[in-house]
């Protein structure tokens, strides 16, 4: 492989993903364990390294977005108040000790009131505006702290964050739902009534969580009904509560296939027709229109 023009780089809480760039075309790709939670701030450079030195040229320019930019990140990049013009970022840059590096860290977003923070999906954002040139609505960013973000004029103009995919993790896992919802099985229809009962009624949730256990002991309910329940009772009661973003909007949904898939399923129960596109190819989008933007290359 050529060396690419520059790298591209996504850097979560737990994993960091780094692509190969030739424009706005990826040439490989290339993922680690090496996430912003496991590293101090010397490591960052050695992480990086240790995934992209064999792409590096003379001086290669990388792009970064996610928690790489957090107060405990490589650098602090931050963060954008709302409304934040998705097309009018500005980058930081972050300390290198190798000069074949020319790393730029692009900044997260925040809301005063409700306090609320975004870092990561706001260059998804940004990648679906650049495809999608003057696309007014509500976006949905399922995931572990799923997202429902109000888009005008290219703008971010308001937001809300769910703690959606971490309850499930931890419920599913280490709650008295983990003995009943051990399974990689699922069953659509336990899902879907279990979304309709706690969308109409979301104050009941944390009682029908219980009944998950419950008719696994007495009724004999299979793994897989109840994991699929689980699912649908957490994903109702957040569809429930973001209503004022979804209702009579145009939405589109950025996330992996397996939980976005749910969350288009769900909206279209409620009549709600939804566009669904990858996360990574949004993320690599933002990067790329953010380098375009600057005027990067290699």
Request: net charge negative; with cysteine.
């Given at each position: 492989m050529s060396k690419p023009d520059w790298i591209a780089v996504d850097w979560g809480t737990s994993h960091l993903r780094v692509y190969a760039m030739s424009g706005g075309s990826v040439l490989d790709e290339r993922a680690s364990d090496d996430g912003m939670g496991s590293l101090e701030r010397n490591q960052f450079e050695g992480a990086l390294l240790a995934l992209v030195s064999d792409w590096l040229g003379d001086r290669t320019p990388v792009l970064a977005c996610g928690m790489v930019g957090a107060r405990q990140g490589?650098?602090?990049?931050?963060?954008?108040?709302?409304?934040?013009?998705v097309d009018q970022v500005k980058m930081v840059n972050a300390p290198t000790s190798d000069a074949r590096l020319d790393v730029r860290v692009l900044p997260g977003v925040k809301q005063v009131q409700p306090a609320d923070v975004m870092r990561g999906e706001e260059t998804q954002i940004a990648g679906f505006l650049a495809l999608n040139k003057g696309w007014d609505?509500?976006?949905?960013?399922?995931g572990t702290h799923s997202k429902w973000v109000l888009v005008s004029a290219n703008e971010i103009v308001s937001f809300q964050t769910f703690m959606t995919g971490e309850l499930f993790a931890l419920l599913?896992?280490?709650?008295v739902l983990r003995h009943t919802v051990t399974t990689a099985n699922w069953d659509e229809s336990a899902f879907s009534e279990a979304l309709s009962d706690s969308m109409a009624r979301p104050e009941k949730l944390a009682a029908k969580l219980f009944s998950i256990r419950a008719e696994s002991l007495v009724n004999g309910t299979a793994a897989e009904v109840g994991r699929a329940r689980l699912s649908g009772l957490l994903i109702g009661a957040e569809l429930a509560a973001a209503r004022p973003y979804w209702l009579g909007q145009k939405v589109a949904v950025i996330g992996a296939p397996e939980v976005a898939r749910l969350y288009v399923a769900a909206l279209a129960e409620q009549g709600v027709p939804a566009t669904h596109v990858q996360g990574d190819r949004m993320t690599i989008a933002g990067l790329n229109a953010a380098r375009l933007r600057e005027g990067i290359s290699a």
């Open positions: 490589w650098v602090e990049a931050p963060y954008s108040s709302v409304p934040a013009a609505g509500v976006i949905c960013l399922p599913s896992e280490q709650s």
